[in-house]
């Protein structure tokens, strides 16, 4: 039976890597979020046409941060041009999505970069980890799916979180994992079939309820991770009482992180997780 690791006492998590100081999603951005001291870093995950788990957020590669292959800008207008899950992963390496200016993030720093692997990505913290011996971060990763994508955009839950299981058993990784989703599916499946797998219920700003949200999942999450503008003292204290942590995303100022953290928060997810120490 997987034994999880004890969690952090307060989880500072750097929201796709810390994308507001790196390219997000990238080897580099999780590196760099380690030496700033989270405790988890925090990832997107598709699924290439060839079956590979690959980490980025979009469904398709972003004009905003991504650029062609031979270095040019990919235009607004193909926004929808080049969707993930329908590319070989050979071919979606071949484009640079840390070298463009990203207005959103102007201290990002610059790099070529290619979407990177899972795998991959494991393999290079791992390494990281044992060579500067820092203590073991935590992974929290998202699958990116919705009904809508099914097959299109996506493939189906149970084929995603087996592609994902798989990458997690070989690297051993387990009792360091969280996987969370907005799609309550993949959780459900993750609850009934890898129950030792600690989940994270991702929640829009929306008007559902609490108690109506966890009815619809049908399982008590590990997490119960809400859009930071909808956390308060009630909620926390729901979360709390039914032993789930609550951990809000993603809060990108330090008024913002102060006043979460004096609700009682078990973490927080930012863009700059610099901001979290």
């Not at 999880?4 to 810390?18: I, L, M, S, T, W």
């Not at 999780?30 to 700033?36: E, F, G, P, R």
């Not at 692997?117 to 980890?129: G, R």
């Not at 073991?136 to 009904?147: A, G, H, L, P, S």
Request: with cysteine.
């Amino acid at each position: 039976m997987l034994q999880n690791k004890p969690y952090p006492a307060f989880d500072k998590q750097g929201h796709r890597g810390g994308r507001g100081l790196m390219p997000e999603n990238t080897i580099p951005a999780m590196l760099h979020a380690i030496n700033l001291g989270v405790t988890t870093l925090e990832m997107d995950t598709h699924v290439t046409a060839d079956g590979k788990v690959i980490v980025a957020h979009d469904d398709y590669l972003n004009p905003a941060f991504a650029l062609n292959p031979d270095g040019t800008e990919i235009l607004k207008s193909d926004d929808k041009k080049y969707p993930i899950y329908q590319m070989a992963y050979a071919d979606l390496r071949q484009f640079d999505v840390g070298s463009k200016f990203y207005p959103l993030f102007p201290q990002q720093q610059k790099l070529k970069l290619a979407v990177p692997l899972l795998a991959d990505l494991i393999d290079s913290v791992q390494n990281y980890l044992k060579k500067t011996g820092k203590k073991q971060v935590f992974y929290n990763i998202e699958t990116k799916c919705d009904e809508a994508g099914d097959n299109i955009l996506n493939p189906l839950p149970a084929v995603f979180v087996e592609a994902l299981m798989d990458i997690i058993k070989q690297k051993k990784i387990a009792p360091f994992v969280v996987i969370q989703s907005f799609d309550k599916r993949t959780l459900q499946i993750l609850n009934k079939k890898y129950p030792q797998i600690r989940t994270s219920y991702l929640i829009p700003n929306d008007k559902k309820t609490f108690d109506i949200n966890l009815t619809e999942l049908g399982f008590t999450p590990f997490i119960y991770s809400p859009f930071y503008k909808i956390v308060n003292t009630d909620l926390v204290n729901a979360c709390h009482a039914k032993g789930i942590k609550i951990i809000p995303w993603t809060v990108n100022t330090k008024e913002e992180i102060s006043n979460l953290k004096s609700l009682n928060v078990d973490g927080l997810i930012s863009d700059y997780p610099n901001l979290l120490n």
